[in-house]
Nanobody
Framework: QEQLVESGGGLVQPGGSLRLSCAAS????????MAWYRQAPGKQRELVAS???????SYSDSVRGRCAISRDNAKNTLYLQMYNLKPEDTAVYFC????????WGQGTQVTVSS
């Protein structure tokens, strides 16, 4: 059974950094497009970063230049390194395929506040 478990969120001050992790099981993340999404309170879930099977990455305008998506195929784990965090980055972050085709996990809360 395919499963995704996100971790690494927390409370961070503006300008800080975090690295989110997504451990996958029942699937191989290296052969499909994987993505990070986020959902802020009262807003729809949005795609923020993706990486395809050829390691080509893509970012939303809201995070471009402040995030780096990567994966470790041996660990079957997806990462999102976030830099220079802003209060507007506060959200629950989820990983999934580029199509959102796997059952959504619990996500990991990122709160950016002084």
């Amino acid at each position: 059974q395919e499963q995704l478990v996100e971790s690494g969120g927390g409370l961070v001050q503006p300008g800080g950094s975090l690295r989110l992790s997504c451990a996958a099981s029942g699937m191989h993340i290296g052969i499909i497009t994987m993505a990070w999404y986020r959902q802020a309170p009262g807003k729809q879930r949005e795609l923020v970063a993706s990486i395809n099977s050829g390691s080509i990455t893509s970012y939303s305008d809201s995070v471009r230049g402040r995030c780096a998506i990567s994966r470790d195929n041996a660990k079957n784990t997806l990462y999102l390194q976030m830099y220079n965090l802003k209060p507007e980055d506060t959200a629950v972050y989820f990983c999934n395929t580029g199509r959102g085709s796997i059952a959504w996990g619990q996500g990991t809360q990122v709160t950016v506040s002084s």
